[in-house]
Nanobody, 116 residues
Framework: QVQLLESGGGLVQAGGSLRLSCAASGIIVSINSMGWYRQAPGKQRELIAGKTSGGRTTVVDSVKGRFTISRDNGKNTVSLQMNSLKPEDTAVYYC??????????WGQGTQVTVSS
């Protein structure tokens, strides 16, 4: 059973920064990728950033230049450094891990609220 533990959400003013962290544990044979989605009220969950174990990075255009994803493959952790936050970044952020067979596991979600 794979488990993901997230931390780092909270309330911040526009222009501020937050760092989200996620640690995967359990029976993990091989990880394809780890990353972050978010879901704002009334909207679909969207991919924000992902990083494969080979180092390929995907970042959605709306956060490019502001958010940075990093991974520690040895520790099965992924982090998201979020700078220059905007009110439209307000959402629940979910960490995910995709393992060798394509199965995905999700964290419990952490709330990020950006006030104007």
């Amino acid at each position: 059973q794979v488990q993901l533990l997230e931390s780092g959400g909270g309330l911040v003013q526009a222009g501020g920064s937050l760092r989200l962290s996620c640690a995967a544990s359990g029976i993990i044979v091989s990880i394809n990728s780890m990353g972050w989605y978010r879901q704002a009220p009334g909207k679909q969950r969207e991919l924000i950033a992902g990083k494969t174990s080979g180092g390929r990075t995907t970042v959605v255009d709306s956060v490019k230049g502001r958010f940075t994803i990093s991974r520690d493959n040895g520790k099965n952790t992924v982090s998201l450094q979020m700078n220059s936050l905007k009110p439209e970044d307000t959402a629940v952020y979910y960490c995910y891990v995709e393992i060798w067979n394509g199965s995905r596991y999700w964290g419990q979600g952490t709330q990020v609220t950006v006030s104007s």
